[in-house]
């Protein structure tokens, strides 16, 4: 019966625990398991009352705050659907994601970035009913939680197959895709969680969109159900964050590599105290050594680093704090209840230590496919159900699995493969590099060649030609990129990944 319901059992236990603290705005708000609990309840008889039962979807488009939270556990009660959506994305893309997922109810926030997205959405014919969040109307989502009835609900038909919760990816194609999100997959991810050392006891601080797999999944929803405590935050904003450190004490911090070295540029970050930390969690891109050491040496601040994805886990990979520095680029070996190998890309069977394939997952903590895409869902699962990952990848004589690069980021040169993460890593050691980016672009003489983006850091100033130099010292001749470009800046997404597709979209 609890199924869905997971702040109804965490009640059970530890109703008055601060559960999450929102400081999307001005002041923090705290919320107790039984508050949240309440808050859930509230919307789940306001969405039953609205016609929403089992498997429909409901859509939500804002920036991170504690209306996300309440709107997936308010679903889960009804066994109805959550939809974040990707406020980044251009209005047209946003209405394809809605009726690609057709839900009976969208919710849209007020603030003035979002009013153009809902002006055209109601331009638009088959749209669902679109209901504020916060504008002191009757039927905002703020009114609906403050006066709706409390009385607790269930789902009795659910089962842990059913969705919770459908996220958009580029999946293995690029093409974006609605990932189902099941209950089960929830639940076991929180088990792999617990193994990989995030703990009922500890405090997170999220500042991934909560859009994606790593802001709701990756470790808040495993420490909510475990008992602890999440900080929420609206978007990344550097010296806020130092701040919020400061304040409310956390235990874990994650984020990918480009946020960890702009939190080393905010301006407090000299004075900033880290000391609540136990860790931080780098994943998406391999962590610089040299910025794992500014980190020890600078706030006595250790690094865990991993890999998830939304199709998987997305908890998959862990590499403990003590490893950092020793498997510098690795993610680790598989959590507990994952099963992981790597093949070849041709006839998908395993290779040996230390060679390159594709890395394939299985276990219980899959995605169960593509929302009405079938055809896609088969793709990416072979007949002894394993997932691929789209991830070229090795494992060493010691088990700890290493990522080579994306198969959609790999380019040929001369008929060499080129594998941009590994000239990325490079350059991130140099001094002067504070961000970078690598891809392959067309070539008359060689079919394709590299280009790199580079920022540099503050106050540092360096030649095209002293990078090449640099990069011809270190790599075998075909592996060096053509053109050096410097930016001021790379466009980075919500959860401060590069954005590469739009590197790309620059050079047609």
């Known amino acids: 019966m609890y199924i869905g319901d997971?702040?109804?059992?965490?009640?059970?236990?530890?109703?008055?625990?601060?559960?999450?603290?929102?400081?999307?705005?001005?002041?923090?708000?705290?919320?107790?398991?039984?508050?949240?609990?309440?808050?859930?309840?509230?919307?789940?008889?306001?969405?039953?009352?609205?016609?929403?039962?089992?498997?429909?979807?409901?859509?939500?488009?804002?920036?991170?705050?504690?209306?996300?939270?309440?709107?997936?556990?308010?679903?889960?009660?009804?066994?109805?659907?959550?939809?974040?959506?990707?406020?980044?994305?251009?209005?047209?893309?946003?209405?394809?994601?809605?009726?690609?997922?057709?839900?009976?109810?969208?919710?849209?926030?007020?603030?003035?970035?979002?009013?153009?997205?809902?002006?055209?959405?109601?331009?638009?014919?088959?749209?669902?009913?679109?209901?504020?969040?916060?504008?002191?109307?009757?039927?905002?989502?703020?009114?609906?939680?403050?006066?709706?009835?409390?009385?607790?609900?269930?789902?009795?038909?659910?089962?842990?197959?059913?969705?919770?919760?459908?996220?958009?990816?580029?999946?293995?194609?690029?093409?974006?895709?609605?990932?189902?999100?099941?209950?089960?997959?929830i639940v076991w991810n929180t088990i792999n969680s617990n193994f990989g050392d995030v703990l009922g006891s500890d405090t997170f601080l999220n500042i991934f969109p909560l859009f994606h797999a790593g802001g709701l999944f990756a470790f808040s929803l495993p420490i909510l159900i475990q008992g602890g405590k999440v900080i929420q935050t609206k978007k990344f904003d550097a010296e806020q964050l130092l701040n919020v450190i400061e304040m409310e004490k956390p235990t874990i911090f994650g984020g990918v590599p480009s946020i960890f070295q702009l939190?080393?540029?905010?301006?407090?970050?000299?004075?900033?105290?880290?000391?609540?930390?136990?860790?931080?969690?780098?994943?998406?891109?391999?962590?610089?050594?040299?910025?794992?050491?500014?980190?020890?040496?600078?706030?006595?601040?250790?690094?865990?680093?991993?890999?998830?994805?939304?199709?998987?886990?997305?908890?998959?990979?862990?590499?403990?704090?003590?490893?950092?520095?020793?498997?510098?680029?690795s993610i680790g070996k598989p959590n507990y209840f994952v099963d992981a190998r790597i093949v070849d890309i041709k006839t998908n069977t395993p290779v040996e230590a230390n060679q390159t394939g594709e890395l394939v997952l299985r276990g219980p903590s899959a995605s169960t496919g593509y929302f009405n895409n079938p055809e896609e869902t088969k793709k990416i699962f072979d007949e002894e159900n394993y997932l691929h990952t789209g991830d070229l990848a090795y494992v060493d004589d010691e088990g700890y699995f290493f990522i080579v690069d994306r198969l959609k980021d790999m380019y040929i040169s001369g008929g060499e493969n080129i594998y941009p993460a590994e000239i990325e890593e490079l350059l991130y050691r140099h001094k002067s590099v504070a961000m970078c980016a690598v891809i392959g672009v067309e070539d008359e003489k060689w079919g394709q060649a590299g280009k790199a983006f580079i920022v540099l850091k503050d106050k540092e100033e360096i030649s095209e030609n002293e990078i090449l130099d640099y990069l011809k010292s270190n790599l075998t001749k075909y592996k060096v990129p053509k053109f050096i470009v410097f930016r001021d800046y790379l466009p980075i997404s919500g959860a401060g990944k590069i954005l590469k597709k739009e590197l790309y979209k620059s050079e047609k």
């Not at 789940?44 to 209306?67: M, P």
């Not at 006066?147 to 958009?168: M, Q, V």
């Not at 994943?283 to 601040?301: D, F, H, Q, T």
């Open 263 to 329: 939190l080393t540029s905010a301006k407090n970050w000299d004075k900033s105290n880290l000391s609540s930390l136990r860790y931080c969690m780098s994943g998406g891109a391999p962590m610089p050594v040299s910025l794992i050491r500014k980190y020890r040496n600078e706030k006595n601040v250790v690094f865990r680093q991993g890999f998830g994805m939304t199709e998987f886990g997305p908890g998959v990979f862990s590499l403990p704090s003590e490893d950092a520095e020793r498997k510098a680029g």
């Open 6 to 185: 997971y702040l109804a059992r965490r009640c059970v236990y530890s109703a008055d625990k601060t559960a999450l603290i929102d400081v999307s705005n001005d002041s923090p708000v705290m919320y107790t398991y039984s508050e949240l609990n309440l808050r859930a309840n509230k919307l789940a008889n306001w969405l039953k009352e609205n016609g929403i039962q089992k498997g429909d979807r409901v859509s939500f488009l804002a920036y991170d705050s504690i209306y996300h939270y309440d709107l997936f556990f308010a679903a889960g009660k009804i066994g109805a659907v959550f939809v974040p959506l990707n406020w980044r994305l251009h209005k047209k893309e946003i209405e394809n994601q809605i009726r690609l997922t057709s839900p009976k109810i969208h919710f849209n926030s007020n603030e003035d970035h979002f009013k153009e997205i809902e002006e055209y959405l109601n331009k638009c014919t088959q749209m669902p009913k679109i209901f504020p969040i916060e504008d002191g109307q009757k039927n905002s989502l703020k009114k609906i939680i403050e006066t709706s009835s409390d009385n607790p609900l269930t789902c009795e038909l659910l089962t842990e197959n059913d969705t919770a919760c459908l996220l958009f990816t580029g999946g293995t194609t690029g093409t974006p895709k609605a990932a189902q999100i099941s209950h089960k997959q």
